[in-house]
């Protein structure tokens, strides 16, 4: 008896369920395969949570990386945070409004869009933090020249913070890893 054309229920969802995690669609993520922040370098802008600030509205990720971008001369700027606990990429732009909290501008979301990562993605976000957590940025932080550009690069891992900004991306290749994984986004 022949089975030519026709394929069996079970194997035709196996494999669109492979398809679907390896191309990062319809499937959540699967539990990461490499240890975050196995080392981590001493460093002057490593600090505790509580001394680390954020202009973002909400919680920060217990465990993951945070890029924001934006400019001295605008009230608006960029954030892409990488939630390793939940598996998400978070993109956010927010604005400072007029109103004031205890002396100080407070900042509004005009647009927030989250989306569940894949195992390789995050995968591929542990393994650029973890060559952050452990190395020192060989790029100068600054831009050479009159700017107004801000750039803030954070991990997290628990209680402990590694923070660098400059007026241009320190770590620009964890950067640019981020802003490749928010593309894929849209």
Known sequence: MRREGRVRPLALALALGWLASSTGTGVAAAEPRIAYAPHKLVSPF????????????????????????????????????????????????????????????????EHDASRDLTASEIDAAIAAANAVWATRDPAPIDAPGPTDALCSVALFDGGDVLHEFGAACPRAQFVQMLRALTERSR
Do not use: C
């Open 46 to 109: 490593r600090t505790d949570r509580a001394g680390a600030q954020f202009a973002l509205p909400g919680d920060l990720p217990r465990r993951g990386a945070l890029v924001a971008t934006g400019n001295a001369l605008s009230p608006t700027a960029t954030w892409i945070i990488v939630d390793l606990d939940a598996r998400t990429l978070r993109r956010a732009t927010t604005r400072l409004s007029d109103a004031t909290r205890h002396g100080k501008p407070t900042t509004v979301i």
